[in-house]
């Protein structure tokens, strides 16, 4: 069973960063990819970023383009998420993702999710 954990989560200022990890075990993640989602309250999940495990091209969604880096540690499984300039309305539960499908951008192609990191960013 692949297993993601996020942590990192925490109550931020307003214009303040995190730095949100997420560790992945239990399978061959050399060619899989992760992605980055955030779901707020009364909101659908919304796509964050997405890269594979060894590098090479990154997607984000227009909301983070220029705020938030995805980057990877290959050697120890673990893939981050550096988010500056937050915002209150950036403010939600985030998740990893696992998908053998390479920068994908829609839930559905993610089969692995961890448990969620609370990010709360006060004005």
């Known amino acids: 069973q692949v297993q993601l954990v996020e942590s990192g989560g925490g109550v931020v200022q307003a214009g303040g960063s995190l730095r949100l990890s997420c560790s992945a075990s239990?399978?061959?993640?050399?060619?899989?990819?992760i992605g980055w989602f955030r779901q707020a309250p009364g909101k659908d999940r919304e796509f964050l970023a997405a890269?594979?495990?060894?590098?090479?091209?990154?997607a984000y969604a227009d909301s983070v383009k220029g705020r938030f880096t995805m980057y990877r540690d290959d050697a120890k499984n673990m893939v981050y998420l550096q988010m500056t300039s937050l915002r209150p309305e950036d403010s939600a539960v985030y998740y990893c993702a696992a998908s053998r499908r390479l920068l994908a951008t829609t839930e559905g192609t993610y089969a692995f999710w961890g448990q969620g990191t609370r990010v709360t960013v006060s004005s």
């Open positions: 239990g399978g061959d993640f050399t060619s899989v990819g």
């Open positions: 890269a594979s495990w060894g590098g090479g091209a990154s």
